[in-house]
């Protein structure tokens, strides 16, 4: 593989765009795929969790493994791999017929997940030039925010049409179709093809095993409890997984978890500043939702207007803000957007008991701009000048963490409002008094947590030298 600075790279694309695409259109259709299995198996509201734990699992501890893959077969390959599991994936999905065999349909959805993400951002970073590398991320993450405006509703719409298997065969029928069409379609990558002999294969082991348990540490406390079984085995567990998965790296001559890579001020500050803003889209929209059943039972839709204004907004900041980083020091941009973030935050300070869908839409979508535009900018940190022979190996990585983020913000965040809430009405508050003085508590923490993500943000090196000049 190699850079080009042809305008070739556009066309180039197409083929990953189309992958992306289907990932997120997917992706967008089936956010409501979950409710809609448990009902008509008739099965508890919570067992939703796990079919999507299952999918979260394998997009995200299967990254790095799926990226290293890549740097040994090229991207081409790893991409048809990845739409064919994709496919295949959702098509077991429509048979399902039970929790455990949805649970492994959505593990293989992810698995498909996980190996064309990286080849998206693995082709940004190796055949754009330079000075366009954020604009493509910002087009990536257009591509994967825009998706899911509009999925959830059609998704809506045609699970009440025709039923939600339906729903999956047309999923599948349109993997097919895009596999169909990126394998007639060639890639101009210069590739020393490569054995998989001596794959790091132990090391793949215990990165599933370790990162795996850490994803399902978050699910365990806020289903079971922290004193729960569950819960404990799974902390317990980490250590041993964790010494394992080290020593094997170690060990190893071609890791999975290349050190070099992550030990970079770039990597780590920016993994930091992701665990402490990213988690804010996933939680807030939960607990926006609850909010409104709590102080507005009676209206239904309001949450569901604010949420698709959250997700324009993330579009807007992708395409207006991600670019910026191309032209300004990226740090300064970063800096901009989580002050929108920490912005759209504080608006929750305003909430009242009746609060309207501009006032809700006004927090969201002002906190969907900024995080739209610092999960571009912090991909354009994180990745410039990564070598074209690790770049599948590095996406990966720098994707497994950035999807541990928003669990954990979650894990944290969802709790805290929860909990307030019945701390309030335990102390004699009435329900809509508690989850207002809870979500007001929740935005001075949260806007804490922006505060201490523009301060590790200033800690970032400088990549812009000089006004014009590049590292």
Known sequence: MEHTNSRSYMTGFIP??????????????????GPAFVKDLQLPYNNTTWTALAMATSTATLAPVLGKVLDVI???????????????????????????????????VGVGTAAVAPVVLSYIVTSFPQEKVAKGFSFYMLISSAAVIFGPTAGGF???????????????????LVFIICAFRKDREIFSKKSLLGFDGAGAF????????????????????????WFIVAAVL?????????????????????????????????????????????????????????????????????????????????????????????????????????????????????????????????????????????MKVVLSGV??????????TYGLFRDLAAPFGVAVLVPLFTNGVANNIAMGKSVTKAALYSVRTLAIVEI???????????????IYKNKGERL
């Open 238 to 378: 980490l250590i041993p997984a964790f010494l394992a998965l080290y020593f094997t790296e170690k060990k190893a001559n071609n890791p999975i978890l290349q050190w070099s890579f992550m030990n970079r001020k770039p990597f780590i500050l920016s993994v930091l500043a992701l665990f402490l803003t990213q988690g804010l889209m996933q939680a807030n929209m939960t607990n926006i939702i609850v909010f409104v059943n709590y102080t507005q039972p009676h209206n239904t839709v309001i949450s569901g207007y604010a949420i698709s204004i959250m997700y324009v907004g993330m579009s807007l900041g992708s395409v207006i803000l991600g670019p910026l980083a191309d032209r300004r020091e990226p740090k300064w941009v970063l800096v901009f957007s989580l002050l929108l973030t920490g912005i759209g935050c504080g608006i929750m300070l305003l909430f009242t008991e009746v609060t309207s869908v501009l006032l809700l839409g006004a927090s969201l979508g002002i906190l969907g701009l900024g995080l739209g535009g610092n999960a571009t900018v912090f």
């Open 158 to 176: 045609m699970v009440k049409a025709y039923g939600w298997r339906i729903m999956m065969w047309l999923c599948t029928a349109a993997s097919v």
């Open 448 to 462: 804490i947590g922006v505060l201490l993500g523009i301060i590790i943000v200033l800690l970032l090196p400088t």
């Open 16 to 33: 990953y765009i189309l992958g992306a695409l289907l990932i997120s259109a997917v992706g967008g259709f089936t956010t409501v795929l």
């Open 206 to 229: 215990w990165v599933f095993v370790f990162f795996g348990l850490i994803l399902c540490i978050p699910s365990f406390w806020q289903n079971f409890g922290i004193t729960s079984p």
């Open 74 to 108: 090229g991207r081409r390959k790893t991409l048809l791999f990845g739409i064919a599991v994709f496919a295949l994936g959702n098509g077991l999905t429509a048979m399902a017929d039970s929790l455990w065999f949805m649970m492994l349909a959505r593990f293989t």
């Open 387 to 396: 070598p074209v022979e690790t770049a599948g190996t590095g996406t990966g």
